[in-house]
């Protein structure tokens, strides 16, 4: 049985490396793991591969930054001959991010079946590039792996086939819960000068809120307002960096913003400690609204929707927009203690990869490897 995975941006590192490992348990299944290069800078990948415990991938796209045709274009022709190569049994892809349409894509020209981590989530804003990539890989998915019951509803409205969808819970739950450990030894508090509990964390990166200066100045002076009460953490997303450092009003609110801790983008286990420790966590991620939920730490959500509704509905998670209005009156509202408690979704248990690999075999072993 020949797998192979592909990773690319920064939120997919988590997602695969659990099902690589259990994978690796059974003896007759040969995986194969591809690097688009989407996301290269060692901050944004190499730090997960140690991380995570990842083996070096068997091949490197190299795709690089571009617009949304360049980037997919190139991973696209350069993930042709890899699986022409390798025709493995099945591709493995994750989430949302231009990496998994554009080899999708590829693999369903050359009949080999995908597998789809972290299937069925909608935002229904198809100004999204996320929601498009979603849709159009579910689309063509052979097998669909749900984290929640309300992915599973989304496909069912969209008239897939509910035999390839399989509700496994959450993949990146599992790369949590192993980490804890060792997150804990994490020395980045001491580094960054905060206290556990005592400082809100903060990240930025959609298009919608960085890329057009009014709206990411909006949010700055958000932060101003917080910082006033508790040391914000700021790690810098490249795409975020790049526009502060492009504008020079932006550049110097955030010098002057005084208890505001800068720094680059950080790598999982330091993250997921800063995150683990955090009084509140402000975000317009993914990703991390499950990791909250996950550690039961207060999130706002600046955004005006999520394709996570079950860290809204079940979690901790509150969707705050991006009206400071709005933020502000919730983030002091979490500062004095009466932060979203909530619960973990169902299967959110450490042992999705479980699952999607007893799904995998089971479907290669049926096509007679
Ligand atoms: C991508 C995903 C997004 C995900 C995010 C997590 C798509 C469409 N978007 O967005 O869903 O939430 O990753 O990080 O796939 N850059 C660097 N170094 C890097 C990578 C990027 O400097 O290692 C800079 C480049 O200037 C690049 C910009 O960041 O142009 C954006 O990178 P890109 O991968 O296009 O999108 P993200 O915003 O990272």
Not at 319 to 346: F, S, W
Request: aromatic letters at 4%; glycine letters at 8%.
């Amino acid at each position: 049985m020949k797998i192979l995975h592909v990773v690319g941006a920064r939120p997919n590192f988590m997602k695969v490396a659990p099902v690589l490992a259990e994978l690796k348990k059974v003896p007759r299944v040969e995986q194969i793991l591809v690097h688009t290069g989407q996301h290269y800078d060692p901050n944004m990948s190499d730090v997960f591969f140690q991380d995570l415990g990842m083996p070096a991938p068997d091949a490197h796209l190299g795709a690089g930054s571009g617009t949304h045709a360049q980037q997919t274009a190139k991973m696209m022709v350069e993930v042709e001959p890899v699986l022409m190569r390798h025709r493995p049994d099945v591709v493995v892809v994750a989430g949302d991010v231009n990496s998994t349409i554009a080899v999708a894509l590829v693999a369903t020209k050359l009949w080999i079946p995908v597998a789809h981590i972290e299937s069925g989530l909608r935002t229904f804003d198809w100004r999204m590039p996320e929601e498009v990539n979603r849709v159009l890989t579910d689309r063509i998915a052979e097998m669909l792996f749900t984290p929640s019951r309300d992915a599973d509803e989304n496909l069912q409205r969209e008239g897939i086939d509910m035999s390839r969808v399989h509700f496994v819970g959450n993949v990146m739950i599992d790369s949590l819960q192993a980490a804890l450990p060792r997150a804990r030894e994490s020395r980045i508090h001491e580094r960054l000068g905060v206290h556990k509990g005592g400082y809100a964390l903060v990240t930025l990166h959609r298009p919608s809120n960085v890329d057009e200066p009014a709206a990411l100045e909006k949010l700055l002076a958000v932060l101003a307002e917080i910082s006033g009460r508790v040391p914000v953490v700021f790690p810098l997303h490249p795409r975020t960096r790049a526009r502060v450092e492009a504008d020079a009003s932006l550049r110097e609110r955030l010098e002057r913003t005084r208890g505001l801790k800068l720094t680059d983008a950080i790598g999982y286990l330091d993250f997921l400690a800063l995150t683990a420790n955090a009084r509140l966590v402000i975000t317009d991620s993914g990703g991390i609204q499950e990791e909250t939920t996950a550690l039961g730490v207060p999130c706002l959500t600046v955004r005006k929707n999520t394709e996570r509704p079950v860290t809204v509905e079940i979690g901790t998670n509150t969707l705050v927009g991006t009206d400071p209005a709005q933020i502000v009156p919730a983030a002091i509202e979490v500062l004095e203690g009466r932060g979203k408690k909530g619960r973990v979704p169902e299967l959110w248990d450490g042992r999705a990869a479980e699952r999607i690999a007893r799904v995998l075999v089971r479907f290669c072993e049926e096509r007679g490897r």
